[in-house]
């Protein structure tokens, strides 16, 4: 009895270090987010705008915003209907993570980032001036600052919201003669000149995936970086003998890590069962047209989404890593080589009833592994737990008998 009720012990406790096993191994490593906050006490104001919708009177504004290293950046806003939070963190994302399903933003982002890129700030005052009056517009003192931002931001709400600057009054509260040259840029920038932009801008520092799996023996990976910068140091927390490497095994240093960069965490064969992470860290810019939207948008009090007009330089740090099992020992001294990964082995009948040959081990060293590996630990843990409960039920059983 006591020999039994030990071996249902022994079979819950492996059970159990079994799922702690798989929880480990599914740990992400993540890439760090860029993040900032409006700074409200530096907004560089246009006039307030009459876009209809509500917004009979609002101000245009280029939005003053510092990043957590003290960059500071420009932005219009793409959310009109949403105040600032002016506490509230925000983080860059991707176009298609902007927060509102059914916002124009969707289907109008590429003309949002041509107005970016043609509008004011990219475009100086003196240059937007020429270019309209070379289309032949009427200007009353040529564009200035007020009106640029105030057309530009506008021009944005138009495409991001669905809004349109009232023709007969456009600024409720503007001089007179500012209005025609409000109205003629507005009406250049959602005019047929703008054909869009759809290519989105780079982020500023991104490596994906953030974590892989594989098998020591290998090269896990790729992981391709994604920049504006330059690479000015990384950071490893490996095991010994793990490498930074390219495809062919060429160890990496920073300044080799260029934009579209592939990176690989080179195994050796006899590394034991583990993980590790690198940390990439760069000078680079943050381009016009990268979208901020609130930290935990929707969990919390929403703040407005902001979309950078002017592009700044600043220190950002991503990070990614994977983590590995054990490499499986062959089977027989007899062990066929391993297949190329570019060919696929032709399928032939057989009536043989034998069991199908090992699989064999990854000699080259070279080939990726991006997840397959990790399944071994779970299934693993699958069956002992199956077997700790089995253990469970035998001896009740034999209690009963």
Known sequence: MVGRLKLVRAGAAVAG???????????????DPVKGKVDPD????????????????????????????????????????????????????????YPNADSPFHDNRDKINWVLHNGYPVVDTDRLTKVL????????????KKEAISATQAAVWHFSDGT??????????????????????????????????????????????????????????PFTVNTTGDIEKLTTNLPEGVKITDVDGVEFTAEKIKNGAQLFLDVPEATEVGEGTFELTATASIDTGRLFVGENYGEKKKTQSLIVATAETSEIVASAGGNWTETTPPTSSTEAPPSSTTETAPTTETTSSAAPAPQPKNTGGDLAETGASIFAPIMIGIVLVGAGVGALFFQRHRKRA
């Not at 530096?42 to 960059?71: P, R, W």
């Not at 009056?133 to 200035?144: E, F, P, S």
């Not at 500012?178 to 520092?205: F, H, R």
């Open 164 to 221: 349109d600057l009232d023709e007969s009054n456009p600024l409720p509260k503007g001089p007179q003669d500012a209005k025609a040259d409000v109205l003629a840029l507005y009406d250049y920038l959602t005019g047929e000149a703008n054909v869009g932009i759809g290519d989105q801008p780079t982020p500023a520092l991104q490596v994906a995936p953030a974590d892989l799996s594989g098998a020591a023996g290998t090269r896990i990976g």
């Open 17 to 31: 270090a079994s799922v702690a096993l798989m929880m480990t191994a599914a740990i992400p490593v993540g890439a």
């Open 133 to 144: 009056t070379d289309q032949g517009a009427t200007l009353k003192n040529g564009i200035d």
């Open 42 to 97: 530096s907004y560089v104001h246009g006039h307030h705008v009459n876009v209809g919708n509500g917004n009979e009177d609002v101000n245009a504004s280029l939005i003053s915003f510092e990043l957590s290293d003290g960059t500071r950046l420009q932005m219009y806003c793409v959310e009109i209907n949403t105040s600032i939070d002016k506490k509230h963190q925000m983080v860059e994302q991707p176009w298609d993570k």
